[in-house]
Every structure is written in C-alpha cells, then in structure tokens.
C-alpha cells in the first residue's frame, strides 16, 4: 500500500517563497484565479527545485499535487518537425496529459505519422487514461510512449483498468530509469542563472523505487 503521510512541501519547493507575508499570499491567490485553465511552456525548461521535488519517485505522494510533463514530438510529415516542451497543471481546469491533447497535439500535420514521448512526474488518473485511450484508437498514426517517475494511486482497480486500457489502445507505458531522470534533467531543466550546467546527481532511493514501480506495473499490465 501507499504510504499515506509524506513530509508537506515547503513553498520554496512548489516555487514560492517561505517568507511571503499573508497579504501578499493573498494577492497571488486572486492573480491566479485570472490565469488560464492550465500553463503551457514550449522551448523553456522548468526550474530545478520543481524537478527535484515533483519528479522523485518516492513511494508515496503526498504533497505532490501537481503534474509535471516533458515532452519530445517528432512529425515525419511533408516538413518533419520536432517539437519540445513542458506543461503543468497548476491551475485546476485541465491536467497536462489532456492540455497536450488539446493544444500541442494538434500541431502535428493531419494523417501523418507522429512520434510523441512524454516524460511524466505521475502516471495519468482514471480520466486522463481514458482521454488519451480515445485518442489513440482515433489516430493510428500516433505513436505515444509515457514514461512515469512514479504510479499515481496504483492499487486503485478503475485506475488499473484505465492503464490496461491504454496499453490495448496502443500506449506503451513505463517506468522512468535512474537514465531517464537524468535525460529530463539535461533537457528539461534549466540551472541557476550564472552557473555552469551541473550534472545529474541521483538520489540515495532511485534505483530501489525504479524496481519497486516497475515491479507494480508490470502486475497491472
């Protein structure tokens, strides 16, 4: 089972900081109520500390309330393109798996053969799975492979359902490698200004929460 309690957050782990006075944690609130549904970043990469914090495939999740999701579309159309980016779903009207769907997906050419590999913080819920199920069985010429730091509610029967259901739909779903983290981190995350790009420095669990998850799913698919 999935541990229930995991030490909160701090705000200068989701990119706030801790010192922030309650009135201007209050003004930040209603500024975000006017952004859009979600935030899409194409071309930038997203800063160290929310990697460090979301991405870590601990075996429990609390306080990880966002998805994180870095993605690679390649397009082998009349003008082949490669496109890459990131997408989180701060704001709670859309996750990232269907911000994809609805707003990078579609710049890939009409019926031609499109190559897409997310690297994700969290495996997708129950709606998202089905959400991208769909889009699979409508577009055969989409190849989509997903790649998860950790299983997001995995002993949950509908979720384990709606995972089973990609995979038949076509999605080829896995676990990150301790390799994988260190390709988002060379390609995904930028570095404080001012400093030379530093190298990908694992954390003491990584290869031990690889086995675990990898171990979970494969029992559910």
Not at 13 to 36: I, T, Y
Not at 162 to 169: E, T
Not at 180 to 209: H, L, M, R, T
Request: proline share 5%.
């Amino acid at each position: 089972k999935m541990a229930e309690k995991q030490e909160e957050p701090s705000n200068a782990q989701n990119g706030e900081p801790d010192n922030a006075e309650e009135g201007e944690g209050k003004k930040k609130k209603v500024k975000r109520e006017d952004l859009p549904p979600f935030e899409i970043v194409t071309g930038e990469r997203l800063p160290a500390i929310f990697f460090k914090f979301q991405f870590r495939n601990v075996e429990y999740s609390s306080g990880r309330n966002k998805t994180f999701l870095c993605y690679v579309m390649e397009t082998q159309g009349k003008e082949p393109a490669t496109c890459r980016g990131y997408l989180e779903d701060e704001h709670a009207a859309a996750h990232a798996e269907t911000a994809f769907l609805s707003t990078i997906l579609p710049r890939c050419e009409a019926g031609a053969r499109c190559t897409v590999t997310w690297y994700v913080s969290s495996s997708p819920c129950v709606g998202c799975a089905e959400r991208i199920a769909d889009t699979l069985r409508r577009n055969r010429a989409l190849r989509l492979t997903i790649m998860v730091g950790r299983l997001f509610m995995w002993d949950q029967p509908d979720v384990q359902a709606a995972l089973r259901a990609m995979k038949a739909a076509g999605c080829e779903l896995r676990i990150m490698r301790p390799r994988d983290f260190e390709y988002v981190w060379q390609n995904f995350v930028e570095q404080e200004e001012g400093e030379e790009a530093k190298s990908f420095v694992p954390w003491e669990d990584i290869q031990e929460n690889f086995q675990y998850y990898e171990e979970k799913l494969a029992e559910i698919l």
